[in-house]
C-alpha cells in the first residue's frame, strides 16, 4: 500500500507509517538517561554503532520502536555493570547476528570492504606512475591534422 | 476523459520514440538529412506526447479526481495546492512520467538545438536518446501507468504521507530528475562519438555544457533533499549514508569527476577514452539509482518494495543501457587516437589525480551500498553498512584530494611548476593553519575533526581566491590593471572559483557542526526552561493551532542568550487527520550561520510530578554552511554555463575576449 513515494529518504517516511510515530533522536529522551555523563556518552557512542533491526536503517540512537527502546535499556545496564564496549558488540551479535553493527567489525570475510578503497587508490596509483615513467611512445606524439585543427576551430566560433 | 487523453498521448509518446529512433537510425545509415530531420521532428513529438500525459495527471491530481488509482492512493481533498501538484511526482508511477519527461525533453533539445553537431554524430545521438526514450516509455506504459482508472473510484484519497508535505520535499524531485537524466544527454553523445569512431576536442565541448547542467541541478536536487532531512525528520541530521541517499550521490561522484575530465579532453586532446568512460558510468549511476531505489532489493527501501516485477523490468533496462554503452566501449574505445603528452607535473596530471580519487571515492559508495548484497549472496549472512565505514574509508579519500585541489589550477597545462604553484598559496597555506589554530585554541572541548575541517575549508577557500589573484595579477601589476584583467576574466573561470569556494564553505560546516552539535532534552511545564551551549529556551506555553489538513499542539519557546532575547521559537506537533500520523515540525532560529533546533515532544509528567513537555534542542553551529556550501557549487556551474553559451552561441563576442586576454 504504502509506495515508493519519492526517490530519495522514503525510508525514513516509513518511521512514521509504520508506528505513528514522531522520529526524534529518541535515545536523548530524560526518562531513560544515566544519572552519570561520562557512561551516558560511551552509551549513546555505542548506539550510533547498533541497528535498529526492526526498522528501515536507523540506528537505535534514533529510533523510537519498543525493540530500540529496550536495546538502548539493556545497553545502558550492561555498562553500569561494567562491561566494555567489545563485549556488548559481541553480546549483540551473538543475539541478534553482525547484521546488527552498523559498522561492520574487521574480519577475513569482510578485508576486501575494508581494503578496497585503499588497495584501488594504491593500483591506479602505481599505474599512472608506471606509465608516466616509461618512455614516451613516439606515436603518441601525433598532434590534429591541420585539417582537423581547423574544423576544430571552425566548432570552436560557431 | 482528460485520464484517457494523457494515457494515449503516452502511448503515442512511445510510438514516436521507435520512430525517433528508427528514422534517426535510417537517416545515419542512408546519410539522408530528411530521414534524420523527421527523426529530430519525431523527438519533438515525443515530448510533447508526455508533456500533455504529464499535465493531465496534474489536473486529475488538482481537480482531486480519485477515479486515477494514482491520485486516490497519494492525494486528498483537503491537501493544500502545492501538495497536490507534487503529488504527481510523488508516488512510483509519476515519478517514472517525471523521469520519462526529462527524457524526452532532453532529446528534444538535443534534435532541435544540436545545429553545431556534425550531422552523423547528431543522428546517431538522437537515436540513442530514442533507444533510451523507447524503454522508459513502454515501462511507464506497460508496467507503470500513472493514469489508470479505478473500477469503483472511492470517496476520499488517501493523502500523501504528512512527512513529505514540505516545500523542499515537493520540488526537490525535478530538480534531482532533471540532473539525473541530464546524464542521459552525455550518455547518448558518448555512444554517438563511439559509433562514429572519433572523439575529440569538439566532442568534449559538446559534451562538457550538458555535463555541467545536470551536474548542477543534481547537486541542487540533493541539497533540497538533504535540507529537508535536516529539519523535517527532527534530529538534525543532514546525511546518513543510506542507500538511497547513496543512490543520488554515486551519479553526482561520477558527474564531478567527468566534469574535470572534460577539461582535459577539450583543452588538451588528452585522457579521451578516459573521459568517455566516465560519460557512460554517469548516466549507468543514474540508472542503478532508480533501480536501487524502485525494487526494494536493498534494506532501507524495503518497506516501499513496489513490486519485483518492476524492479527486474528496471534492471533489465539497466542492464541492456549499461551493457550495450560498456561493449561498445570495449570494442571501439582501443581505436581511438591517444591525445597530448603532458608531464606528470602539471594541470593534467592534477587533474587526473582528482579523477583517480573521485573514482574511488564513487567505488566506495557503491561498494558500501552493494555489499550487503554481495555478503548475503556469497555466505548468507548479511551485514550492515553504516556512516561509520563511509568515514573511515570515503572521508580520508576525499580529504586528500582537496587537500591537494587548490594547487591543480595554479599549474599549466603540460608542464607544471609545482614549486612555484605553492609558492604563490603560502598566504593561503598560512590563513589556514591560522584558522585551525584559532579553533584549536578558542573551541572547548578540543575536536581534531573541526580543527582539521576548519583548516581544510579554509585552505581551499583561500586557495581558489589566491587562484584569481594569480589570474589578474594582483599585487604585480597596478590596482586599477588587476581589476581590468578581473572584468576580462570568462565566466568559467568565475564558475570554478564558486565551485571551489562552496567545496570549502561545506567542508567547514560539516566539520564544524558534526563536531559541536549541542544536544539538550527536558520535560519542561510553561515558565521552565533548559540551557543548550549559550542559549536558554523557555516554554510560555503550548497552544492549539489548525492546518489545511492538520490539528497541531503550537509551543511558544523564547530564546534567549545571556539574557539578551534572541528569537521566538514555535515548534508544532501536528496530527494529520486523513491518515491519523503525528509528525513533528520543527522551529529553526537561525544564528550566526548556526540553528537553535527546537522539537515539541509528546506531553507527561516532568522530574517533579508536574505535567509538562518533552522539549528536545540542539544547537547545530555553522549548520547553514552545509547548505549554502552546495548552492555556491550549483551557483558555480550555472555561472560556467552562462560562458559557455556566450562562447558557443556568439563567435563575435568570444573572438573580443581572445583579444582582450592577449
Known amino acids: ?158 | 476523459m482528460t485520464a484517457e487523453l494523457g494515457s494515449f498521448a503516452l502511448v503515442l509518446a512511445l510510438v514516436l520514440s521507435v520512430a525517433q529512433a528508427g528514422l534517426s537510425i535510417a537517416g545515419r545509415v542512408r546519410g539522408s538529412a530528411a530521414l534524420a530531420g523527421a527523426g529530430e521532428g519525431a523527438a519533438a513529438g515525443a515530448f510533447l506526447g508526455v508533456a500533455f500525459a504529464f499535465f493531465a495527471l496534474m489536473i486529475a491530481f488538482v481537480t482531486s479526481d480519485f477515479s486515477v488509482a494514482n491520485v486516490a492512493e497519494n492525494s486528498h481533498t483537503a491537501k493544500p495546492l502545492l501538495y497536490k501538484i507534487a503529488g504527481v511526482w510523488g508516488s512510483h508511477d509519476g515519478s517514472m512520467l517525471l523521469w520519462c519527461l526529462a527524457l524526452t525533453g532532453f532529446g528534444a533539445v538535443i534534435a532541435l538545438s544540436g545545429g553545431g553537431l556534425p550531422a552523423r554524430l547528431k543522428a546517431s545521438a538522437v537515436a540513442t536518446q530514442g533507444l533510451l526514450g523507447t524503454m522508459f516509455l513502454a515501462y511507464a506504459v506497460f508496467a507503470s501507468n500513472p493514469l489508470i482508472r479505478l473500477a469503483n473510484p472511492p470517496v476520499e484519497g488517501a493523502s500523501l504521507n504528512p512527512i513529505l508535505q514540505d516545500p523542499f520535499l515537493a520540488i526537490h524531485p525535478p530538480f534531482l530528475y532533471a540532473g539525473y537524466v541530464g546524464m542521459s544527454v552525455v550518455y547518448s553523445l558518448a555512444v554517438a562519438a563511439l559509433i562514429e569512431g572519433r572523439i575529440d576536442a569538439a566532442w568534449a565541448r559538446w559534451v562538457r555544457p550538458w555535463t555541467l547542467a545536470a551536474w548542477s541541478l543534481l547537486t541542487i536536487g540533493i541539497m533540497l533533499g538533504s535540507f529537508w532531512a535536516y529539519y523535517e525528520l527532527g534530529w538534525g541530521g543532514w546525511w546518513f549514508w543510506d542507500p538511497v541517499e547513496n543512490a543520488s550521490f554515486m551519479p553526482w561522484l561520477a558527474a564531478t569527476a567527468l566534469l574535470h575530465s572534460a577539461v582535459v579532453t577539450e583543452k588538451r586532446g588528452a585522457l579521451a577514452t578516459w573521459t568517455m568512460f566516465l560519460a557512460l558510468l554517469a548516466f549507468t549511476f543514474s540508472m542503478l539509482g532508480a533501480f536501487l531505489v524502485r525494487s526494494g532489493v536493498l534494506t532501507s527501501v524495503h518497506a516501499f518494495a513496489v513490486d519485483p516485477t518492476r524492479g527486474t523490468i528496471l534492471l533489465v533496462i539497466l542492464g541492456v543501457t549499461a551493457g550495450a554503452g560498456f561493449c561498445l566501449f570495449a570494442w571501439r574505445a582501443p581505436t581511438l587516437a591517444p591525445g597530448g603528452l603532458f608531464a606528470p607535473v602539471s594541470r593534467e596530471g592534477a587533474l587526473i589525480l582528482n579523477n583517480l580519487f573521485l573514482s574511488v571515492c564513487a567505488f566506495t559508495v557503491l561498494l558500501g551500498t552493494l555489499y550487503p548484497l554481495i555478503g548475503q549472496a556469497l555466505s548468507g549472512e548479511s551485514v550492515s553498512i553504516g556512516p561509520a565505514y563511509y568515514n573511515l574509508t570515503f572521508t580520508p579519500l576525499m580529504a586528500i584530494v582537496l587537500l591537494i585541489l587548490p594547487a591543480g589550477p595554479l599549474l599549466a597545462w603540460k608542464r607544471g611548476d609545482l614549486l612555484g604553484a605553492l609558492q604563490r598559496l603560502w598566504w593561503a597555506a598560512a590563513l589556514a593553519v591560522a584558522a585551525a589554530g584559532v579553533v584549536l585554541i578558542l573551541s572547548r572541548p578540543t575536536k581534531g575533526l573541526a580543527v582539521l575541517g576548519v583548516g581544510l575549508g579554509v585552505w581551499l577557500i583561500a586557495g581558489a581566491l589566491a587562484e584569481v589573484g594569480e589570474r589578474v595579477r594582483l599585487g604585480r601589476a597596478g590596482f586599477g590593471e588587476a581589476l581590468r584583467r578581473l572584468r576580462g576574466l570568462p565566466r568559467g573561470a568565475f564558475g570554478m572559483t564558486l565551485a571551489h569556494i562552496g567545496v570549502g564553505v561545506f567542508i567547514m560546516g560539516a566539520a564544524y557542526e558534526t563536531a559541536f552539535r549541542i544536544e539538550a532534552a527536558q520535560v519542561l511545564s510553561p515558565g521552565e526552561s533548559l540551557k543548550v551551549g549559550a542559549y536558554a529556551l523557555t516554554l510560555d506555553g503550548v497552544g492549539n493551532a489548525e492546518g489545511p489538513n492538520y490539528l497541531a499542539e503550537r509551543g511558544a519557546i523564547s530564546v534567549t542568550r545571556a539574557g539578551h532575547p534572541v528569537c521566538q521559537a514555535h515548534p508544532e506537533r501536528r496530527l494529520y487527520a486523513p491518515g491519523r500520523q503525528t509528525t513533528s515540525k520543527v522551529a529553526l532560529c537561525e544564528q550566526n550561520l548556526g540553528d537553535v533546533y527546537v522539537v515539541l515532544g509528546e506531553r507527561r509528567p516532568g522530574p517533579h510530578g508536574a505535567l509538562g513537555w518533552l522539549v528536545r534542542v540542539y544547537w547545530n553551529p555553522w549548520a547553514r554552511l552545509i547548505f549554502i556550501g552546495p548552492f555556491l557549487m550549483a551557483l558555480g556551474g550555472a555561472v560556467s554555463l552562462s560562458d559557455r553559451r556566450l562562447r558557443l552561441g556568439v563567435p563575435r563576442r568570444a573572438a573580443r575576449t581572445a583579444q582582450v586576454r592577449a
Not at chain 1, 21 to 30: E, K, L, N, Y
Not at chain 1, 47 to 75: G, M, P, T, Y
Request: aromatic content about 6%.
Open chain 1, 1 to 158: 500500500m504504502i509506495r515508493d513515494r519519492f526517490t530519495r529518504f522514503n525510508w525514513r517516511a516509513a518511521c512514521a507509517v509504520l508506528g505513528a510515530i514522531v522520529c526524534i533522536g529518541a535515545a536523548s529522551d530524560p526518562a531513560e538517561r544515566l544519572a552519570d555523563p561520562a557512561k551516558e556518552a560511551r552509551a549513546r557512542a555505542v548506539f550510533q554503532q547498533v541497528r535498529c533491526v526492526v526498522c528501515q536503517n536507523e540506528s537505535i540512537d534514533d529510533s523510537e520502536a519498543d525493540l530500540a527502546h529496550d536495546l538502548r535499556q539493556s545497553i545502558r545496564q550492561q555498562i553500569v555493570q561494567g562491561r566494555s564496549d567489545g563485549q556488548i558488540r559481541a553480546f549483540l551479535v551473538t543475539r541478534y547476528g553482525e547484521f546488527i553493527l552498523l559498522k561492520p567489525r574487521f574480519s577475513l570475510g569482510n578485508a576486501a570492504l575494508w581494503l578496497a578503497p585503499f588497495g584501488l587508490v594504491l593500483i591506479a596509483g602505481g599505474a599512472l606512475i608506471w606509465r608516466a615513467r616509461r618512455p614516451a611512445d613516439p606515436a603518441q606524439t601525433a598532434d590534429l591534422t591541420p585539417e582537423e585543427q581547423a574544423r576544430l576551430n571552425a566548432l570552436g566560433e560557431n
